[in-house]
């Protein structure tokens, strides 16, 4: 009886636990999510990059927008000055010419009128429409000079016939340069009783009319019992527009970190729950 307990004893002593062995399909599962597992957080993570940037760059933007609606604000109190100084100045960055007022003498020059397409103006399509003109005599320096909205015909096979000026014409008004489209900028001219572009590439311009212009736009201010309105919009995104857009990028940004962030805890609890029944 004694021999057997001490037999008893020594089994339990000599215990071994014997742990099951691993499948390789288990393994090879295990691997395969956690490749998976690794791609998922690198495109998250240059996912997420791209929209904090985007963000950061739209923020920027706004800022720069912001101190330049400034300083229009600022230039529209300001007496208007000789073309001629601007001229001399040589700057033409829009954050140093938009809006600010000069004056000059403008000739016109027997050039086709230019019509920039797909603008609105109080719920009607049309035209902005623009004449070269010559504004400075020593040396010679051509512009276009903006004749203002124009409505657009019902058809886009004819053009709107446009009036312009006839003789020489001391005028005042505000300079201003259209922004280009980083995705279009081409001038992409259809030629007829005018030129129909797309966008107001100045250099473009320049090459088809075989002239050098001012790089900058003059829009007229008294011009009295003008056949069409001038309306003023220099910036066409504000600073607004771009603090809107950083918001919305910083948001996406956010949404996708927090989605993120469930999809790993429901991963790891899974994978958790999965090598327990392992």
């Known amino acids: 009886m004694k021999s057997s307990k001490r037999t008893s004893v020594n089994l339990n002593r000599n215990t071994v636990d014997i742990v099951p062995p691993v499948s390789s399909s288990w393994l090879s599962h295990k691997l395969w999510l956690s490749k998976r597992f690794g791609i998922a957080v690198c495109l998250t993570v240059v996912v997420f990059s791209l929209l904090v940037k985007l963000g950061f760059w739209q923020l920027e933007r706004g800022q720069e927008k912001q101190a330049l609606e400034q300083a229009i604000l600022a230039r529209a109190d300001a007496p208007y000055q000789s073309l001629t100084a601007v001229l001399d100045n040589n700057d033409w960055r829009e954050e140093i010419v938009i809006g600010v007022k000069v004056q000059a003498e403008a000739k016109p020059e027997p050039l086709p009128v230019v019509l920039l397409d797909n603008q609105t103006f109080q719920g009607k399509v049309g035209y902005l429409a623009y004449q070269v003109v010559s504004v400075g005599q020593d040396p010679i320096t051509l512009a276009l000079l903006e004749l203002g909205f124009v409505e657009g015909r019902r058809t886009r096979d004819s053009l709107p016939t446009v009036t312009t000026l006839t003789s020489p014409t001391n005028v005042t008004g505000r300079l201003y340069r259209k922004s280009m489209n980083p995705l279009s ?22 090459e088809l009319l075989n002239v050098e212009l001012m790089p900058a736009v003059l829009q007229p201010d008294n011009l009295e019992n003008w056949a069409y309105p001038f309306p003023w919009n220099p910036l066409p995104l504000t600073s607004a527009k771009h603090f809107g857009y950083a918001v919305q990028w910083f948001a996406m940004a956010g949404v996708l970190l927090l989605l993120t962030m469930v999809v790993c805890i429901r991963w790891f609890r899974k994978a958790a729950s999965q090598g327990g029944e392992a």
């Not at 900028?185 to 320049?206: A, F, K, Y």
């Open 185 to 206: 900028s081409e001038l992409m001219p259809e030629m007829g009783e005018g030129i129909r572009v797309q966008n107001l590439n100045i250099s473009e311009l320049n």
